[in-house]
């Protein structure tokens, strides 16, 4: 009788054991799960849209105040920033972990109140498709890889549904106030460039440089996109009444929903794509 509860409790022990989740986050440190977290916080946008395509948002028990996709995350306690996170608001929801960016400030003193943090922070499309790697593995969700194969297979369909000419088109994508565009190192143009357009901005600038107008006047791009927030006094800067995209009319300008499509490296990179492809037929003809 004894033996047969002694091997009953090992094999409990061993399937406890078993439950433990060890993962890597993006500042090279090791974080111990005890199980696959129920109650999540998120802090950065994209990695709580990774967590609802990997069916989990129900886990979800506050986000970012700019999580605003799917629909449902909108009903959830917003618990600041990820530059400013509300620390006591995210403490009083007792979360087995916080997802946050590895720029995140408060990340020191989320740790500091005994809370497990996972740094996460995708910067181009393999960094995407590792974090919905990690955050299947933490969420013990087993197809995380026939995922992503979908959402690179939505963006190769987009790719393909250009004309060859579209290769020829030189393109300015421009991410926020201030002139910062998006770089061919950046998920932004590595899009860009599986859609065979041609990015003005050079790789030697950097994933997300901060562009000179005159820069892009000297460039002279077929094609501008840029957000609504960003439109407004185009053709009040310097030189650029003049630049072939606006006279010709070849300016995309996304709404703010579309925008969010565009610059968060995550599952929605597919739509992304199509936006992008939609844009290049409609105002990309030369």
């Known amino acids: 009788m004894f033996s047969l509860v002694l091997g009953l409790w090992l094999a409990f022990s061993g399937a406890a054991q078993a439950t433990e989740i060890r993962v890597t986050d993006d500042r090279g440190i090791s974080v111990t799960l005890p199980r696959s977290p129920q109650r999540i916080v998120s802090l950065l946008p994209s990695l709580t849209e990774t967590v609802c395509e990997l069916g989990q948002c129900h886990r979800l028990v506050g986000v970012d105040r700019y999580s605003n996709h799917p629909a449902s995350v909108r009903a959830l306690p917003q618990t600041g920033g990820g530059v400013d996170p509300n620390i006591e608001a995210i403490v009083a929801l007792r979360p087995d972990v916080v997802l946050a960016a590895t720029s995140s400030r408060g990340v020191p003193r989320l740790e500091s109140f005994g809370l497990k943090v996972l740094a996460l922070e995708p910067r181009t499309t393999r960094d995407a498709q590792r974090v919905m790697g990690v955050l299947g593995q933490v969420l013990e969700v087993t197809d995380a890889d026939r995922i992503w194969r979908a959402i690179d297979a939505g963006v190769s369909a987009a790719a393909q549904s250009l ?31 599986r859609l065979g357009v041609q990015n003005i901005i050079t790789p030697e ?82």
């Open 163 to 193: 004309p060859p000419t579209a290769r020829s088109l030189r393109v300015y994508y421009e991410v926020s106030n201030g002139g910062y565009a998006a770089g061919p190192q950046s998920f932004i143009g590595e899009l860009m460039d």
């Open 205 to 286: 600038l950097g994933p997300f440089p901060r562009i000179n107008p005159e820069y892009v006047v000297r460039a002279n791009p077929d094609l501008i996109m840029i957000g609504k927030r960003n439109v407004a006094g185009l053709e009040q800067r310097p030189g650029w009444r003049g630049m072939r995209a606006l006279r010709e009319e070849r300016v995309c300008v996304f709404t703010a929903d579309e925008s969010d499509v565009l610059v968060r490296p995550g599952p929605r990179m597919a739509e992304a794509a199509r936006l992008m492809a939609k844009c290049i037929t409609d105002k990309g003809r030369k």
